[in-house]
């Protein structure tokens, strides 16, 4: 039996983020950045409901008929489908942050080849770049970005922990890699939550170009 929602929630509000979620997945599914069923979006529908795509979906064919609503403990809500098996990534940002309302997770080459450089230092140090910008909060070329990099596992709650870590040093999280996996990048809106995640995957390109150069 599909749990039934313990909450109101808008239809209409969840038809319009599954609509969102689809069309992006596709747009950015287009570009190589979610292969082989990869990545994982989700939008808050409301104070207790996120839509998240349902676990294995091809992002390339990506329809709102692939979007289920959990709460934001990331249980399923009306429905049988398994949600994300990161659900649980998505739900944490929700419950830490009132203003953040997208979440996108995406697995491009730059991304994943990042991760797996960058995995010993355990961050990426991003400075000098124009397009750091592109960040909310980053007004300039000259600050430092720095984006953490998580061992992968396949138990989300350890994951969740690490993300509470690095919070609970009093470091700024403005994204994250997850050691040969990819990117988790969130905004207020759908377009900030896709600027971060293009801005990131660009730097992220453009740092592997100056070691590739530079050997
Ligand atoms: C075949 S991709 C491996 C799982 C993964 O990392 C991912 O992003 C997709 O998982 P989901 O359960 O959201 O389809
Ligand atoms: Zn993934």
Redesign the pocket.
């Known amino acids: 039996m599909p749990r039934a929602p313990t909450q109101a929630f808008s239809m209409s509000d969840f038809s319009s983020c599954a609509q969102a979620i689809a069309e992006h997945a596709r747009e950015l599914a287009a570009r190589g950045w979610m292969p ?5 979006f989700s939008m808050r529908v409301d104070d207790g409901h996120a839509a998240i ?1 349902i ?3 091809d992002k390339s064919r990506l329809g709102p008929d692939d979007v289920m609503l959990v709460d934001l403990q990331g249980r399923p809500v009306g429905s049988t489908a398994r949600p ?3 659900t649980g990534l998505h739900t944490q940002l929700y419950r830490l942050w009132p203003q953040v309302n997208a979440v996108l ?1 995406t ?1 491009s080459r730059a991304q994943s080849v990042a991760s797996r450089l960058f995995a010993r230092e355990g961050v990426v140090r991003l400075a000098g770049w124009e397009l750091q910008k592109a960040i909310t909060g980053f007004h300039s070329h000259d600050s430092v970005l720095e984006i953490p990099v998580f061992p992968n596992t396949q138990h989300m709650p350890e994951l969740e922990s690490r993300v509470a870590a690095w919070l609970d040093d009093g470091r700024p999280l403005h994204a994250y890699l997850i050691d040969g ?2 990117l988790y990048a969130w905004g207020r809106d759908m377009a900030e939550a896709r600027r971060h995640l293009e801005a990131l995957d660009f730097l992220l390109g453009c740092e592997l170009d100056l070691r590739r150069l530079s050997t």
């Open positions: 082989a069923t990869s990545g994982n795509t676990s294995g979906r994300s098996a990161e997770h697995h996996h990819g």
